[in-house]
């Protein structure tokens, strides 16, 4: 008897016990005498069903989960490799509503190929948009991510062709592409996804994006927390080299373009483009004033186009499959999917990719149950450590850049971080001020130090000190951070001390209230 199984090697899963799983299944296989292949995957996002278990079957893959070591024996018993009956048996997992509710673009193979082949990549798609590209031309590849809509997924949503075709404009004698998989804000996983459990089509996104610009040399910029990510980059990259889609004369299309990680110490403010450039140049990462922008004068001072893990991602898709296909998804000027991440106080935690437009109360209390203890949802934060944060009045708000904008909020990099009623939001305001003095590379005072003083008046204001006047003081040191802040830390950071103050202020006031009452 033979049999398949696919189980996640994706981080989450293993902070789960995904080994000792695999472990336990080729000890019990061996035991009944089963040969019994173990395919390693990416997650497919369902995080509170990790580690997840799929056997194949002939009608498609049957899931159980979650299952930890010690299910394996009773999973055998049953007869799980049939597919049969078990407590943990949550079938078919595309009609898992979680997953039926997606438009799976960019994370389409997730969970399903084997991030370490090549050929099991091209089998399921792989490289369709890399060869349309190649019969497009180069300047015709930019026009159809231009035509698609996509913008930069990192959180500025700056339109990515409009890039592109600012480094290919460019004369220089040589240029990059550098992919920023620094993924550093709270609550966000998609590019550890990505590169664990597709880091084909983060290749393929990169080899078109070199190709359309003119670039020979990329780098992919991650950070040394990502130690599953950087060995699944990496053997990806000996695939590609081997199967000959990296290097010299690519498929014999003439075009040349080679890729490396290149592996970061965990600043926060690397995420910032320029810091990055800075890091890759091996200097300590500082933020850089535009212009000129990098896509002019860029990594070493040559002509880069800087893109997050999912905007390269994305384009495979686009190229294969047209931009009038990509465009036709969205809401407003956010066009095509993004992938939202569910996480904190909440009872279905995972990646969520769909359209622009579901609405922040969809995202929370329909397709992520709400929270996790069953208390009130009091606040969701959106866009990382430096985004604002929605109270359940705000959440008709749809999941859109200039939606959210309005309302004083951000997207970010789809981070959806939620909490009940036991939070305390001057608390969570004093950690955004205390994170960014924390982080700030220190270049320009608003930053370094408007947030250090952020920290000690919002101490007082908890303390009940001058409660009113430290208010205004933090009202008007934030809009001197918005505003004269080199780059976004310290331009974004009174985003959540502001939405906390408008949306929360009775917790600001907590203490002048009990002393009143004392008196």
């Not at 992938?339 to 622009?356: H, T, V």
């Not at 939405?499 to 907590?510: G, I, N, P, Q």
Request: hydrophobic residues 45%; contains cysteine; proline residues 5%.
């Amino acid at each position: 008897m033979s049999a398949r199984v696919f189980l996640p090697i994706d981080a989450g899963a293993l902070a789960l016990g995904a080994d000792d799983v695999a472990a336990a299944l080729a000890a019990h296989a061996r035991a009944r005498g089963i040969a019994l292949e173990i395919v390693r995957t990416g997650a497919r996002g369902l995080y509170w069903l990790e580690p997840l278990l799929e056997v194949a079957r002939p009608e498609g893959r049957i899931a159980y989960g979650p299952v930890s070591a010690a299910d394996v024996p009773a999973l055998f018993e049953s007869g799980f490799l049939d597919g049969a009956a078990h407590p943990l048996r949550v079938g078919r997992p595309e009609e898992i509503p979680f997953l039926t509710r997606q438009t799976r673009l960019t994370f389409a193979r997730c969970g399903i190929v084997d991030p370490a082949s090549a050929a099991d990549y091209e089998a399921l798609g792989g490289w369709r948009g890399l060869t349309r590209a190649l019969a497009l031309g180069a300047a015709a590849s930019i026009e159809e991510v231009v035509a698609s809509g996509l913008r930069g997924r990192g959180g500025a949503g700056f339109p990515t062709g409009i890039k592109w075709r600012t480094a290919a404009a460019a004369q220089a004698d040589r240029k990059y592409i550098v992919c920023n998989a620094d993924e550093g804000d709270s609550g966000t996983f998609a590019d550890r996804m990505i590169m664990e459990g597709d880091p084909f089509v983060l290749i393929e996104g990169m080899l078109i994006a070199g190709y359309a610009v003119g670039a020979s040399k990329g780098y992919i910029y991650t950070r040394s927390e990502y130690p599953h990510a950087i060995a699944a980059m990496n053997r990806a990259l000996a695939a590609a080299r081997a199967g000959g889609f990296l290097g010299a004369n690519i498929q014999g299309s003439g075009f040349s373009f080679d890729l490396e990680v290149r592996v970061g110490a965990g600043a926060y403010v690397c995420g910032e483009e320029t810091a990055l450039l800075d890091s890759l140049e091996g200097k300590r990462g500082v933020v850089r004033a535009k212009p000129p922008l990098p896509a002019i004068q860029g990594l070493f001072g040559r002509p880069t186009v800087i893109n997050n893990v999912i905007s390269l991602a994305s384009v495979p898709t686009i190229l294969a499959e047209g931009a009038k296909h990509y465009q036709g998804l969205g809401y407003g000027r956010s066009r095509g999917t993004m992938p939202i991440q569910l996480a904190g106080n909440i009872r279905y935690p995972g990646l969520f990719e769909a359209a622009f437009g579901v609405t922040l109360g969809e995202l929370v209390n329909e397709i992520g149950g709400g929270t996790a203890t069953g208390r009130p949802v009091r606040a969701v934060q959106v866009g990382g450590p430096l985004g604002a944060y929605f109270p359940p009045a705000l959440f008709d708000t749809p999941f859109d850049y200039e939606a959210f904008a309005a309302r004083d909020g951000l997207i970010g990099h789809g981070g959806v971080v939620v909490f009940d009623d036991t939070v305390d939001m001057a608390a969570q305001a004093r950690f955004a001020m205390e994170f960014c003095a924390i982080e700030s590379c220190g270049k320009c005072t608003p930053c370094r130090i408007g947030s250090t003083r952020g920290v000690e008046v919002i101490t007082r204001i908890q303390q009940g000190v001058d409660v009113e006047k430290n208010l205004a003081l933090v009202t008007d040191l934030c809009e001197t951070m918005k505003f004269g802040s080199l780059c976004a830390l310290g331009g974004f950071t009174p985003y959540p001390v502001i939405s906390a103050l408008t949306h929360f202020r009775e917790d600001f006031t907590r203490a002048t209230a009990r002393q009143a009452a004392a008196e």
